[in-house]
């Protein structure tokens, strides 16, 4: 008996190199993308500062799924360095090669890859920092005011399919004006 243990990961960045290979005979198809990030921190003055180098990691998709992520791309649903959320599993071999200029071994992390969705969160951020950036310097801001918040009245229509809430009861007054019942003593 032996036993297998295989991580799943979950991983989440920007799309890019993008590379598939159609189904053909008995191979299946097969679509190859990486995907890339860089570590970002606040520093002890509360500045956010980033990793000068990219991170990244190969995915590999296989079969169905190779060709349900190719026809996402192919009609443009998801198109390079778009963000993007994944998951799958550890690949027990890494990319590794040789590097040109320096000749040392390098290796990436690779992962056989099962889901691969946009990341309309992180898609979010990046349009609202895109408004800031285009968006007129503001004016002075007015200084900060001790005025209270103006009180809203709580809803009181009911949602389709619900009963109206009970209106709340307003306490009897049984005292002088100030007088605090026998509980709040």
């Excluded at 053909?24 to 500062?49: C, M």
């Amino acid at each position: 008996m032996s036993t297998i243990i295989s991580t799943m990961v979950s991983f989440s960045g920007f799309l890019s190199d993008i590379r598939y290979t159609e189904a053909a005979g008995d191979r299946k198809a097969r679509l190859s993308i990486r995907v890339y990030d860089r570590h970002s921190w606040k520093d002890a003055q509360g500045n956010r500062q980033q990793a000068a180098d990219y991170d990244s990691i190969t995915v590999v998709y296989w079969g169905r799924t190779a060709q349900a992520i190719h026809q996402l791309l192919a009609s443009q649903k998801l198109v390079e360095r778009d963000p993007v959320v994944g998951t799958g599993y550890l690949d027990d071999d890494p990319d590794a090669w040789i590097g040109r200029d320096d000749q040392q071994p390098h290796a990436r992390i690779r992962v056989d890859g099962r889901s691969l969705c946009p990341d309309p969160l992180r898609q979010s951020f990046i349009d609202q920092a895109r408004e800031r950036k285009q968006a007129p310097a503001p004016q002075q801001a007015p200084a900060y005011s001790q005025q209270p918040a103006p009180q809203e009245p709580w809803p009181t229509t009911p949602r389709p399919g619900t009963q109206a809430p009970a209106q709340p009861q307003q306490p009897a007054a049984t005292g002088p004006a100030g007088a605090q019942p026998d509980w709040m003593r």
